[in-house]
């Protein structure tokens, strides 16, 4: 109906003024009040100007001096109406900024008080391998840790239980179990039931005689000391002695049940003493959780390794000094006043694995890595490029730390002036802002590939933005073999090559 939405909103916040002091919060503001020269219809024009209305209707004066708080949330500060983000309205804007790994840490801590970690557990290094986990993520990352941790438990129980009916079967068979199908024994499902009652009951017994401090340990104890005893008590009676695999679903189901009503009640602490979550669960639960950061902002750990290049041992050592040691060692840089390159440059014949050294250095670093073609940002609306350019720099200090990768950097970043046109020329400014504002990255590093250096904007090579250049040779001939011996590790090769 038209007008419910103005009236809904005129109705809250009148409720608001009845109950001052009073904090008024609304989640994801930016879908009720858009720009309104972006909106659609005619509707959602009217609820941003009631809104508006409602907003000044706060003021101290109307509110007979009773404080009434408005806080709105959202991740996407540009779609707001103008207006509403004047003084009078929203004076004040927090920025909430993906955590940094000191953040993270310290969310970390927060979110294990409760769990119970193993000895070797390592908040900080864990902390270093989330880069771009927001608070949400490493919440979801440690409910995955602690489902890992009660999946290795039962996996436990389970290889217990296997282990158990094995040492059963095969005790039949040296006490000459056979014999039973001689005599003309029935081998009903009645008498399976009652035998498989009474190694409940056996099981039982054997728990509460072993006394021991986990279950895990109580199957251990029941399986050395009682597989021995009858196994027709466990498997029951039948002709032929059946290994756990061929057992019926049933059957197995009684086996594990025995043990497991040996444990009625919840663990007690005493038995919950050994079941810990370990850093090798947190590990595993890395690879289920993907960060919000690396969803929005395609920012990955790529899967190149050094070994999977061959030759370019020149290039790969300046630019581990370049990028891989900054990161490693910052507090070592500081120390002696050294600043680390903003940018790196390589440039040389197309082929000559350009691309590949950029990965392997985000890879040997534990760095994120976005990889952007020139002419991907590129757009024939006016402004689009710009704010692409800006996208892949937010993007990347949210999952700092982080190396940024230009590939074709001459498609994005041409000499200006002569026949450029004015959108390509706003880019290279964008690109130049961007990179100048690098000085405070936070762990964000520039690589840039090319074989047109000639035609790149002179001020991107300069001194503080792409100021080390790297020319990437093509290979000798001793390290063509370097690099042949690489491509065929996984390749099976006649004798004679």
């Given at each position: 109906?038209?007008?419910?939405?103005?009236?809904?909103?005129?109705?809250?916040?009148?409720?608001?003024?009845?109950?001052?002091?009073?904090?008024?919060?609304?989640?994801?503001?930016?879908?009720?009040?858009?720009?309104?020269?972006?909106?659609?219809?005619?509707?959602?024009?009217?609820?941003?100007?009631?809104?508006?209305?409602?907003?000044?209707?706060?003021?101290?004066?109307?509110?007979?001096?009773?404080?009434?708080?408005?806080?709105?949330?959202?991740?996407?500060?540009?779609?707001?109406?103008?207006?509403?983000?004047?003084?009078?309205?929203?004076?004040?804007?927090?920025?909430?900024?993906?955590?940094?790994?000191?953040?993270?840490?310290?969310?970390?801590?927060?979110?294990?008080?409760?769990?119970?970690?193993?000895?070797?557990?390592?908040?900080?290094?864990?902390?270093?391998?989330?880069?771009?986990?927001?608070?949400?993520?490493?919440?979801?990352?440690?409910?995955?840790?602690?489902?890992?941790?009660?999946?290795?438990?039962?996996?436990?129980?389970?290889?217990?239980?296997?282990?158990?009916?094995?040492?059963?079967?095969?005790?039949?068979?040296?006490?000459?179990?056979?014999?039973?199908?001689?005599?003309?024994?029935?081998?009903?499902?009645?008498?399976?039931?009652?035998?498989?009652?009474?190694?409940?009951?056996?099981?039982?017994?054997?728990?509460?005689?072993?006394?021991?401090?986990?279950?895990?340990?109580?199957?251990?104890?029941?399986?050395?000391?009682?597989?021995?005893?009858?196994?027709?008590?466990?498997?029951?009676?039948?002709?032929?002695?059946?290994?756990?695999?061929?057992?019926?679903?049933?059957?197995?189901?009684?086996?594990?049940?025995?043990f497991l009503e040996c444990h009625p009640d919840p663990l007690s602490p005493e038995e919950l003493a050994p079941l810990a979550i370990t850093n090798?669960?947190?590990?595993?639960?890395?690879?289920?959780?993907?960060?919000?950061?690396?969803?929005?902002?395609?920012?990955?750990?790529?899967?190149?390794?050094?070994?999977?290049?061959?030759?370019?041992?020149?290039?790969?050592?300046?630019?581990?000094?370049?990028?891989?040691?900054?990161?490693?060692?910052?507090?070592?840089?500081?120390?002696?006043?050294?600043?680390?390159?903003?940018?790196?440059?390589?440039?040389?014949?197309?082929?000559?694995?350009?691309?590949?050294?950029?990965?392997?250095?985000?890879?040997?670093?534990?760095?994120?890595?976005?990889?952007?073609?020139?002419?991907?940002?590129?757009?024939?609306?006016?402004?689009?490029?710009?704010?692409?350019?800006?996208?892949?720099?937010?993007?990347?200090?949210?999952?700092?730390?982080?190396?940024?990768?230009?590939?074709?950097?001459?498609?994005?970043?041409?000499?200006?002036?002569?026949?450029?046109?004015?959108?390509?020329?706003?880019?290279?400014?964008?690109?130049?802002?961007?990179?100048?504002?690098?000085?405070?990255?936070?762990?964000?590093?520039?690589?840039?590939?090319?074989?047109?250096?000639?035609?790149?904007?002179?001020?991107?090579?300069?001194?503080?933005?792409?100021?080390?250049?790297?020319?990437?040779?093509?290979?000798?001939?001793?390290?063509?073999?370097?690099?042949?011996?690489?491509?065929?590790?996984?390749?099976?090769?006649?004798?004679?090559?």
């Amino acid at each position: 109906m038209s007008g419910e939405s103005e009236k809904k909103l005129r109705e809250v916040f009148a409720e608001a003024r009845a109950l001052a002091p009073c904090i008024v919060f609304i989640d994801e503001i930016d879908a009720i009040t858009p720009k309104r020269e972006n909106a659609q219809r005619e509707m959602e024009r009217r609820i941003v100007a009631q809104m508006l209305t409602c907003v000044d209707d706060l003021s101290w004066e109307k509110t007979d001096h009773k404080p009434v708080m408005l806080i709105g949330a959202t991740n996407r500060p540009d779609s707001l109406d103008p207006a509403l983000r004047r003084a009078g309205r929203f004076d004040r804007e927090i920025a909430m900024p993906v955590p940094d790994e000191e953040a993270r840490e310290q969310i970390l801590r927060v979110l294990c008080q409760r769990l119970r970690l193993s000895g070797d557990f390592d908040i900080k290094e864990l902390a270093k391998r989330t880069p771009g986990y927001v608070g949400a993520d490493l919440n979801a990352l440690t409910t995955a840790a602690g489902m890992n941790a009660v999946k290795r438990i039962f996996h436990t129980l389970q290889a217990l239980s296997d282990t158990l009916a094995d040492r059963l079967s095969q005790t039949a068979v040296e006490d000459g179990w056979r014999s039973h199908s001689d005599t003309g024994m029935d081998s009903s499902t009645d008498s399976r039931n009652t035998s498989a009652n009474k190694a409940m009951s056996t099981w039982k017994q054997a728990s509460r005689d072993a006394n021991d401090s986990s279950p895990v340990s109580s199957y251990e104890k029941f399986s050395r000391d009682h597989s021995t005893s009858n196994p027709a008590l466990v498997c029951g009676q039948v002709s032929t002695p059946m290994l756990w695999d061929s057992q019926p679903p049933s059957e197995k189901l009684r086996t594990i049940a025995a043990f497991l009503e040996c444990h009625p009640d919840p663990l007690s602490p005493e038995e919950l003493a050994p079941l810990a979550i370990t850093n090798a669960d947190f590990i595993q639960a890395l690879g289920k959780v993907q960060p919000s950061a690396q969803r929005e902002g395609f920012a990955t750990v790529p899967g190149v390794s050094w070994d999977d290049i061959g030759a370019l041992s020149s290039v790969r050592e300046e630019l581990r000094m370049a990028v891989v040691e900054p990161i490693r060692s910052p507090a070592l840089f500081a120390q002696v006043g050294i600043t680390a390159p903003a940018g790196v440059l390589l440039w040389g014949p197309p082929g000559n694995g350009k691309t590949l050294l950029a990965k392997a250095i985000a890879n040997d670093s534990h760095t994120n890595f976005i990889s952007v073609k020139g002419g991907e940002l590129m757009s024939k609306y006016v402004g689009d490029s710009e704010r692409a350019v800006r996208q892949v720099f937010s993007r990347a200090r949210a999952s700092s730390p982080c190396v940024v990768f230009f590939d074709e950097l001459d498609a994005l970043c041409s000499r200006r002036g002569g026949d450029q046109s004015e959108a390509s020329a706003r880019v290279v400014n964008t690109l130049l802002t961007e990179i100048d504002g690098m000085e405070a990255r936070k762990g964000v590093y520039v690589i840039a590939a090319t074989n047109r250096p000639d035609i790149i904007d002179p001020a991107m090579l300069r001194p503080g933005r792409l100021d080390k250049l790297l020319y990437v040779e093509l290979p000798t001939s001793a390290e063509r073999a370097d690099i042949l011996r690489t491509l065929s590790k996984k390749t099976p090769l006649a004798a004679d090559v």
